[in-house]
Structures are given as C-alpha cells and as structure tokens.
C-alpha cells in the first residue's frame, strides 16, 4: 500500500463466517437475485450507457476526471509527462469503458410481474416436513436392485443394478457383472443384448462403472485400477471398445465412481478407506481423500460447485472439488446405517436451501443441510447457522471468546415410506440402491433393493 504496509490475505466480514466459498455464495445469491435483475438496465446506463457522459452523468453524480475516460486516450498524448500521468491514472484506478449506448437501456424482458410466466414448481427440499410418497410405485423393475434413475427431458429411465445407460439418444446400456468378467452392450428399449465384450476379463471382477458421455466408459474394481475406455455404438453395433488409459492409485478393489464433465473430474472410491481425484482430461492424478473410517460405499459430485460427498459406512464426508474436508458426520440412526447411495440437489449454486440427500441400507432416506456453528472458548454453545441466515455477530464477553467457524453437516429430515405410508415402520424395508431428482427439483425418486422406484414431492396424493 501507498504506506508501506505489505498486502496478505483478504479479512473477511463477519458475514461470511470466515468462509471464502460463503463470501462468494452470498455475493452470487445477490448478483442473481430479482432486485438486481429488474434493475440491471439502470446499471448499464451508468457504465456503458446514456448516463456516463454530458448533463445525465451530471444529474447521477457519475462524472470523474477527464483522464480517466477511454475517448482521450493516453496514445493520442503527445506530451510524454500527460502521457505518463493518464497511464499512471489507468495503471492505478481503471478507466471508465467505451460509451456503447446512448438511450436509455429497456429492462430486463421476462422479470416477475402478475401473469408474466407460468409459476415454477415447488423444490421438494423447500416443504420437507410436507413430503408425501405413494401407495403404488412409480416403476417396478422384473428383476434386480435398481441401479441407475435418470430423469431426461420427456422421460425417466431406471435400471437395474450393474447397468447404465450409454445414451439417451440411442437407448444404448452398457452392462457388467457376469461371471466371466465381459461386458455387454444392448438396447434398452427390446431388453436385447447386441454385443459382448471381452476387453474387460484382464482387470478382474468389474464392481463399478460410470458413462460421462456416449464415446466414454470408465470401469474399476478388484484389480484397483481405474480404467478410461473408448467405445463406439452406432446402429445397435458395438465398433470398437479400446482401453484409454489405465489409472494407478488404490490399494485394494475400488468400489465406486462418479464423473463430472463440467469440472474435468473423476472420483473414484475403494477398500483402502481412501477416494482419489484424477483429471478427465489429462488422465492424471489429482489428489487422494484420505481418512474414511471403511470402505467407501457411494460418492457423488456437485456439477454446481465442484464439492463431493463421499461415503464410509455410516460417515458422510464433504470435501471441496481440490480435496480439502470441510465436514463430516455420522449418519447412523439404526442397526443398518452404512449409506448406498448419495445425491445433491443442484437447483442454484447460490441456493442456501440446497441440501445432500443419502440413501441407506435400512430402507431410509435421510436429508442433510450445512450449517455454521461458531467455535469458541469457555463459554455456552451457539446455535448453528444456516448459509445465507443472517448471523450478526454478538457482543462477546471475556468467558466467551469467538475464534471462528465450523461447517456442520445436519439432519432435517428422514423419510421412511412404510411409516409415511401405514402411519408405521415395517421391519422388512429394502435398502435405498438409487436416488434422483427431478429436473424441476419438485419430486426425489428413490429405487430400492427389490426393484421398485418410489416418488416423493410435497403434493403427491
């Protein structure tokens, strides 16, 4: 600074709760907001518009020095001591952007007026004491776990266990899981297997698999290699399936997989109690995720944020997309607690009401928010708060000397569909296998051990 005093890191405001990803969260939930949208012209008449130069910069108090202007340009100085003095202007404070519009900017078409645009359904998450299921289920399989609930435009797919769909345009599943090791492609729609592969019998036992795009497959398993395939379907006719790229890493069988395009991401879980990270472009490894209590049983990846939850047993971990914790938490509530299967709700980055919504081997669905508990010296606890509650700090007393903030993962709703069904709890439930949610975010689909799909919404009748 102009005093000497050497620059370090930024100090955040109370606000934030010492949390960089929080910081950034409030200012998006702001940016986006509705206030800021229906006023956004106005902005642009100040910056680029009708308002930055002559009388209508004057009425808005939005005129700054002349050099600052782009239209006198520090090229066209001819005196070198001005040209060096514009240059330090710009260099220090920025310069204000061309004039492009010399009208008052329309609003925004499409913000919310009476009547403006058909309303949008309600979030399941926003109405959780609310949610209600069916007697009868959404989609029963004739055979098999559910593996796989993918909600498309017009349709939604379910598929048993150890098999997922390739595309959606072409109706083409890649299966695994037979005794000797192949694979299989088929079509969906006929249930008729058109090809078996044997490219994977020289990795052991496949235990897992994902599909991030119709021209990639990604198998692991008992060999702790993750392997990156090429694959070519047309026509109901297996091309070729060529092996990408082998990835060296775990210790023992890997167990799970998610795969995120938009981040560049693959995540892979296995029986050494770690997840790795490994960059889907360059096929490299990124970082491990270390310290799960057991084998890892499901993982998921935000496609918003880049965050991945990842499973062990009862434990429920969150780390950031670089492999950074930020929390962890027991979900165990019976004699079958180990979680399945994982989901996040993706409605809005900036969304604070978001939440993680885990499917358990004891036929449960529970749902988990994040919330911040301020950690402290003697004095009595505090009460958590959630993202985006207003959390002002109190006075702080000496018997109680705040130090910062804790992210904690919490439970705010369990559903349990022979209880919201009968009014009681069966002691023969099926695990949770699958979990989906709707691309309205209205309905959370879950498919479970004997085949069956079930739907919940806050309006189901």
């Known amino acids: 600074m102009e005093d000497g005093t050497a620059l370090g890191d930024v100090e955040l405001p109370l606000w934030a709760k010492g949390d960089p990803q929080e910081f950034i969260r409030i200012h998006r939930e702001a940016l986006e907001s509705e206030y800021v949208s229906a006023h956004l012209h106005l902005w642009i008449d100040l910056i680029f518009g009708y308002r930055q130069e002559g009388p209508a910069a004057v009425e808005s108090v939005n005129t700054f020095h002349p050099y600052f202007y782009a239209k006198r340009g520090w090229k066209d100085a001819k005196d070198p001591l001005i040209k060096s003095t514009i240059l330090g202007y710009?260099?220090?404070?920025?310069?204000?952007?061309?004039q492009l519009f010399t009208k008052p900017h329309p609003p925004r078409i499409g913000t919310k007026k009476e009547g403006s645009s058909p309303p949008h359904p309600t979030p399941f998450?926003?109405?959780?004491?609310?949610?209600?299921?069916?007697?009868?289920?959404?989609?029963?399989l004739p055979r098999g776990p559910v593996g796989q609930i993918l909600c498309l435009e017009k349709e939604v797919v379910v598929l048993e266990r150890n098999r997922l769909l390739l595309s959606p345009l072409s109706g083409c599943f890649f299966s695994w899981g037979f005794p000797d090791n192949t694979c299989a492609f088929g079509n969906h729609a006929t249930e008729k297997t058109f090809a078996v592969c044997e490219s994977l019998c020289d990795w052991g036992e496949t235990l897992c698999a994902a599909c991030p795009n119709p021209t990639t497959i990604i198998t692991a398993g008992s060999s702790t290699v993750v392997c990156v395939w090429d694959v070519s379907v047309s026509k109901d006719k297996l091309t070729h399936m060529q092996l990408r790229q082998p990835l060296y890493g775990h210790t023992d069988s890997v167990t799970c997989l998610d795969v995120s395009e938009v981040h560049s991401m693959i995540v892979s879980g296995s029986r050494d109690h770690t997840c790795i990270l490994w960059d889907m472009e360059e096929l490299s490894y990124v970082t491990q995720l270390a310290g799960h209590s057991s084998s890892i049983s499901a993982l998921a990846i935000n496609g918003l944020t880049g965050e991945i939850a990842s499973c062990a047993g009862p434990q429920l971990y969150l780390w950031t997309m670089k492999g950074q914790l930020l929390t962890c938490t027991d979900?165990?509530?019976?004699?079958?607690?180990?979680?399945?299967?994982?989901?996040?709700?993706?409605?809005?980055?900036?969304?604070?009401?978001?939440?993680?919504?885990?499917?358990?081997?004891?036929?449960?669905?529970?749902?988990?928010?994040?919330?911040?508990?301020?950690?402290?010296?003697?004095?009595?606890?505090?009460?958590?708060v959630s993202p985006g509650q207003d959390g002002a700090e109190s006075d702080v007393s000496g018997s109680c000397q705040v130090k910062g903030w804790e992210r904690h993962l919490v439970l705010c709703q369990e559903l349990n569909r022979s209880q919201a069904v009968s009014q009681r709890r069966s002691k023969n439930i099926p695990a949770i296998t699958a979990l989906a949610i709707s691309r309205s975010h209205a309905t959370l689909l879950a498919g479970d051990a004997w085949g069956r799909v079930?739907?919940?919404?806050?309006?189901s009748v």
């Open 90 to 98: 710009i260099s220090n404070f920025g310069q204000v952007p061309k």
């Open 125 to 140: 998450f926003f109405k959780l004491d609310q949610l209600k299921t069916t007697k009868q289920s959404y989609r029963e």
């Open 454 to 459: 079930f739907t919940w919404a806050w309006d």
């Open 331 to 384: 979900t165990s509530c019976g004699p079958q607690p180990d979680v399945l299967c994982v989901r996040f709700t993706q409605r809005q980055e900036w969304d604070a009401k978001n939440v993680i919504v885990t499917g358990c081997a004891d036929g449960n669905i529970r749902i988990w928010k994040t919330e911040y508990t301020r950690t402290q010296l003697p004095g009595p606890p505090e009460e958590p």
